[in-house]
């Protein structure tokens, strides 16, 4: 059921209309306390869709929210579920979103 749920949500996180994608994120970052390690299973298509686009975002309030996102995911959930996914991402990445992951992964 989880898995469904996150299939459908995932897109939202990053829709083109910059509004719905901030309130997604908004959305997932009160969610984590809820679901901690619950979210393991779908936390390899979770974490690209809220590092793509939204850590390097121009926008200041999707940017904010990603960035509390990450930060939630980092307080409430065991480390090694977010090890190989931060790190596969961090490789890929350019810019400010290079910079915060790598700061979260040291």
């Known amino acids: 059921v989880?898995?469904?749920i996150f299939d459908a949500f995932k897109p939202r996180l990053h829709d083109s209309n910059s509004k719905v994608n901030q309130v997604?994120?908004?959305?997932?970052?009160?969610?984590?306390?809820?679901?901690?390690?619950?979210?393991?299973p779908v936390i390899n298509m979770l974490i690209p869709a809220i590092v793509d686009?939204?850590?390097?975002?121009?926008?200041?309030?999707?940017?904010?929210?990603?960035t509390n996102?990450?930060?939630?995911l980092?307080?409430?959930?065991?480390?090694?579920?977010?090890?190989?996914?931060?790190c596969t991402?961090?490789?890929?990445l350019s810019g400010r979103a290079k910079q915060d992951l790598t700061e979260k992964l040291a």
Do not use: R
């Open 2 to 4: 989880l898995l469904q």
């Open 24 to 40: 997604a994120l908004e959305a997932l970052h009160k969610m984590i306390p809820l679901l901690k390690d619950h979210l393991a």
């Open 53 to 66: 686009n939204n850590l390097n975002s121009k926008n200041p309030g999707i940017y904010a929210a990603a």
């Open 69 to 72: 996102v990450i930060q939630a």
């Open 74 to 86: 980092c307080q409430h959930l065991d480390t090694s579920l977010l090890l190989q996914p931060f």
């Open 89 to 92: 991402k961090a490789q890929f």
